[in-house]
């Protein structure tokens, strides 16, 4: 697998760990092998969640910048919050 693999953002959106609340985003990628297990390299069990029956991952708030790696397209995403 090449480092550089990236996952294509289908759409994503902020939303509370459906488990305990906490901050995050749910995100809905093209689907990727490679990008896949990148990305859970990257971010701890913990940190991050498969939703099998909306096929979208929940990704903890604090750990953006790892899924940013990733998913470039989630920087740009993610920053239009700061503009509303």
């Excluded at 697998?1 to 906490?22: C, Y």
Aim: charged share 30%; glycine share 6%.
């Amino acid at each position: 697998m090449a480092p550089t693999s990236r996952l294509r953002v289908v759409r994503a959106w902020k939303a509370g760990n459906p488990e305990d609340g906490r901050a995050g985003w749910c995100v809905e990628f093209k689907y990727d092998v490679d990008g896949v297990k990148r990305l859970k390299r990257l971010i701890p069990p913990a940190e991050r969640m498969w939703d099998d029956t909306a096929k979208v991952w929940w990704i903890s708030a604090d750990y953006l910048p790892e899924a940013m790696r990733v998913a470039p397209a989630l920087e740009a995403i993610t920053g239009q919050e700061k503009l509303l």
